[in-house]
């Protein structure tokens, strides 16, 4: 205390001056408003250059979406409006027909028959692939540490294989003369699927569809419910456990409220992927037999590409893209409702 109070009182006039004129042109420059001090932040918010940086990193992706979906997307809109057939593209003519095209498909008993199907066939593999993996995710949560471990190799292999691979393997899996399928069958005791044609039949082949979109499908579904089971308190299940709930009752009272978002988002993303499904519909058997496990995609594929009709494909593929579009659409509207309740 000594030392300052003697550094205050020798501290020179010619100082005190300085240091008076140096406040004195602070406030001629600008008063209240002097300038911040060098490295603070202005008063008016971040800069130009802050205020841009995030769309200038979001603009890569951005024009990589738009060249690589965007361009097609709009290519097919406008092919859907043409009357595009191995002639027009022989002599390379552009012949606009308006909705003709998605008259010719609205009006067709063909279309509304593989819509049908399509949704059938949607609905029937979204259940499936979500019970089977709900179940497998609380499997997970239940095993201990190296039998979840060789299960979730198990499942990571199924995820992991390419659909093109997988649907060779079950190709030959379920081959009439040298199928493992038919032989295992023949040794149980049916001796009539010895040489049975699994592709003969509309429903075996979709039995054969089903079982390799669900076989590849469960794994992310599992792997999703797993996560979440994990965020969920063990004070939860203890308080149910000492209110007398059985495995049911928790499910029912626990589980599934916590996991609700887990579901919603990942039924959506299965309804879109399970509804847009090709490779396997179309490798299996290319929609056969008659035509009769045509899905809207193959549908697509085989009026336009094979058929070489392809506006009238364009047009089967926009509208299949609009029906996507409205479940979108409704998952939204639930995911917003369920925000608003929270």
Do not use: C
């Not at 399970?274 to 809207?296: D, H, S, W």
């Not at 009709?309 to 659409?329: D, F, K, P, Q, R």
């Amino acid at each position: 205390m000594a030392v300052h109070s003697e550094r205050v009182q020798t501290q020179s006039p010619a100082s005190g001056k300085a240091v008076v004129a140096s406040i004195e042109t602070s406030a001629a420059g600008g008063g209240a408003k002097g300038s911040a001090p060098k490295g603070t932040r202005s008063a008016d918010g971040p800069g130009l250059g802050s205020r841009l940086a995030p769309y200038l990193l979001l603009l890569p992706a951005t024009v990589a979406t738009v060249a690589l979906l965007g361009w097609p997307l709009v290519k097919t809109v406008l092919l859907s409006f043409q009357n595009l057939n191995k002639r027009q593209l022989v002599l390379h003519l552009t012949e606009w027909n308006g909705f003709d095209n998605y008259k010719e498909q609205l009006t067709d008993p063909e279309f509304w028959s593989v819509t049908g199907r399509t949704v059938v066939f949607t609905l029937v593999n979204v259940v499936l692939i979500m019970v089977g993996g709900t179940l497998i995710g609380l499997l997970l949560n239940h095993l201990g540490k190296k039998m979840r471990l060789v299960l979730s190799i198990g499942l990571l292999m199924a995820w992991a294989m390419p659909v093109v691979a997988a649907t060779t393997v079950y190709s030959w899996l379920f081959d009439q003369q040298w199928g493992v399928v038919n032989w295992v069958l023949d040794q149980l005791g049916w001796h009539s699927m010895a040489d049975y044609n699994w592709m003969s039949d509309q429903y075996s082949t979709f039995f054969v569809v089903i079982l390799l979109i669900v076989w590849q499908s469960v794994p992310f579904v599992a792997f999703n419910m797993y996560a979440g089971l994990t965020t969920i308190p063990r004070e939860l299940y203890e308080a149910a456990r000492m209110d007398g709930a059985g495995s049911f009752k928790i499910f029912g009272s626990v589980i599934f409220p916590s996991l609700k978002p887990f579901f919603l988002a990942t039924t959506f993303l299965e309804i879109i992927w399970v509804f847009k499904a090709f490779t396997q519909v179309y490798a299996i058997n290319a929609g056969g037999p008659e035509k009769l496990t045509r899905t809207l995609p193959v549908h697509a594929f085989l009026e336009g590409s094979s058929g070489q009709h392809y506006g009238v494909g364009s047009a089967i593929a926009v509208l299949t893209i609009l029906m996507l579009g409205a479940l979108m659409a409704y998952y939204f509207r639930i995911m917003i409702k369920q925000e608003d309740e929270l």
